[in-house]
């Protein structure tokens, strides 16, 4: 069973960019879409990404000019970059893996399973 | 942007059926999914393509969406329902998520 656990630092200064990784177990990339989603303290959930197994990616267009996502030479795990980030960026950090069905996300798109989320404040 | 709207809140007392919306445009001509959040843990998901149910969820879970309205009922509701719940579709090559709907069980 696929197991997704996110890492990464707690605290990140405005300006700078935030780094996140996913690691994947009990699984293989291949095959599936792997996304970042985010969740401000009390409020709902905001998808931020995703990344095919092929190296295509496709970013929601309110955070796009400031994300990376990116897998690791290993294939094992998969990244989050977003520069130039505001306390407004601060957030619990998710990571999923994204079915789409029959290859595309217009006849269905879902995430599961996720990952347990990595609280990122950005403070000074 | 595509905006899906949900109820801020829903009481059901036990083993009543509770029955949470989602409203978007047209939204019947999207497949909808559905989460459920307990408090400080990850989401997990209960419905994907409007009423299929993963391994491990409950029969009482169902899903319906028609028109403009997509639907999330749970039937003989439970104390351990009590959670957020939230509705997803695609728009547009994006995801997009309902605000949430807290279901309370009283």
């Known amino acids: 069973q696929v197991q997704l656990q996110e890492s990464g630092p707690g605290l990140v200064k405005p300006s700078e960019t935030l780094s996140l990784t996913c690691s994947v177990s009990g699984g293989s990339i291949s095959s599936h879409y792997w996304s970042w989603i985010r969740q401000p303290p009390g409020k709902g959930l905001e998808w931020i990404g995703y990344m095919y197994y092929t190296g295509t990616t496709n970013y929601n267009p309110s955070l796009k000019s400031r994300v990376t996502i990116s897998f690791d030479t290993s294939r094992t795990q998969f990244s989050l970059k977003l520069t130039s980030v505001t306390p407004a960026d601060t957030a619990v950090y998710f990571c999923?893996?994204?079915?789409?069905?029959?290859?595309?996300?217009?006849?269905?798109?879902?995430?599961?399973?996720w990952g347990q989320g990595t609280l990122v404040t950005v403070s000074s | 942007s595509y905006e899906l709207t949900q109820p801020p809140s829903v009481s059901v007392s036990p083993g009543q059926t509770a029955s949470i919306i989602c409203s978007g445009d047209?939204?019947?001509?999207?497949?909808a999914s559905w989460y459920q959040q307990r408090p400080g843990q990850s989401p997990v998901l209960v419905i994907y393509?409007?009423?299929k149910r993963p391994s491990g969820i409950p029969e009482r879970f169902s899903g319906s969406n028609s028109g403009n309205t997509a639907t999330l009922t749970i039937s003989g509701t439970q104390a351990m329902d009590e959670a957020d719940y939230y509705c997803q579709a695609w728009d547009s090559s994006t995801v997009v998520f309902g605000g949430g709907t807290k279901l309370t069980v009283l």
């Open positions: 393509q409007d009423n």
């Open positions: 999923a893996r994204q079915h789409c069905s029959g290859g595309s996300c217009y006849y269905g798109t879902w995430f599961d399973p």
């Open positions: 047209k939204l019947g001509d999207r497949y």
